[in-house]
């Protein structure tokens, strides 16, 4: 797919407050359908089988004081959810930087979040489709700085729902409505995230994965399965973890556990990792962030600190 220019409308990088996502829709530039185009103007075909169907998967990229945050091993989760699903990847490692690179400059993006979505691209709605349709490619940017958000500090409450989930849950599938109902219901308790249930056993986040630390001092997670996203944030961690010389510990736990936790918190891109103080209105690991939490925090950042800015 051929990536040209169009003309454009430079946009201004509003700053983002306590790692809060600011709307820039007027004049934030996307990479649509290979092309670099004002948000307000792009356009999809409807007939596209990621609007019809959620025929598509997606993939962000966190982007902190200019660099791109653990972007070959995203760049590879997408590779790897395009191939479980039958679509071809549309560019190779080096082209998707490239594009993610540009967004960042055409928007000033010195800190938030770079977007891809690949649909199976455009036919008739039918339930089968024909091979070799060319996929459709979506990027967009959103300002925030992820690293600087206050509930690092106090600690978030999250609440428990079903995980009403398909039963590929390793693949970052467009189809989010599972998620969408539990994040409105996150929304409706005042909380900040999620934990989803299988029966008693925490399966992972609305958006995150789960890690609890023990009264034993072992860090826990869940093992890499069909039922849940291998996150990259959690592979990262998991790195450091190893590092500082933590037991780690990939296995099942349930919620009776995390409420006899030392500590909890969740990881992903958009939040990096964030400090669990209450489930349920039951306070979780004395009701404030915990040391092994903040190590592997501040380690983060001090490892993101190290890599290559993609713009100055």
């Not at 409807?46 to 660099?67: H, Q």
């Not at 790897?80 to 080096?94: C, D, K, M, Q, V």
């Not at 006899?260 to 891109?269: D, G, L």
């Not at 939490?293 to 993609?310: E, G, K, N, W």
């Amino acid at each position: 797919m051929p990536v040209r220019e169009t003309s454009f409308i430079q946009s201004v990088n509003r700053p983002a407050c306590r790692g809060e996502i600011v709307s820039t829709v007027d004049n934030r530039i996307g990479f649509v359908r290979g092309a670099f185009v004002p948000l307000r103007e792009a356009v999809l075909p409807v007939m596209d089988r990621g609007f019809l169907f959620g025929d598509g998967v997606y993939e962000v990229t966190a982007v902190i004081e200019g660099r791109l945050v653990d972007n070959d091993h995203h760049l590879q989760r997408l590779n790897r959810s395009l191939g479980e699903i039958g679509i071809a990847n549309p560019f190779s490692t080096g082209k998707w930087t490239e594009i993610e690179t540009e967004i960042m400059r055409r928007n000033e993006l010195r800190n938030g979040l770079i977007y891809i979505q690949v649909s199976r691209g455009v036919a008739e709605r039918a339930f089968q489709y024909a091979e070799g349709l060319e996929p459709t490619v979506v990027m967009f940017p959103q300002f925030s700085k992820v690293q600087s958000n206050p509930i690092i500090e106090t600690g978030a409450r999250i609440i428990t729902v079903p995980d009403l989930r398909w039963a590929r849950r390793d693949i970052k599938s467009t189809s989010l409505l599972a998620q969408v109902m539990a994040k409105h219901a996150v929304k409706q308790a005042g909380v900040k995230e999620a934990w989803m249930l299988d029966g008693d056993i925490i399966t992972e986040g609305a958006s995150s994965t789960a890690f609890i630390v023990t009264r034993g001092n072992e860090l826990v997670t869940r093992n890499l399965s069909r039922d849940i996203l291998p996150g990259i944030t959690r592979r990262t961690v998991l790195e450091i973890a190893k590092r500082h010389g933590l037991t780690i510990v990939e296995r099942p736990f349930s919620k009776a556990e995390v409420l006899e936790a030392s500590e909890a918190f969740y990881t992903s891109a958009s939040t990096i990792a964030v400090p669990v103080i209450e489930m349920d209105g039951v306070c979780v690991g004395g009701g404030v962030p915990g040391p092994v939490f903040r190590s592997l925090y501040d380690a983060y950042l001090q490892d993101v600190m190290t890599l290559p800015a993609s713009i100055s």
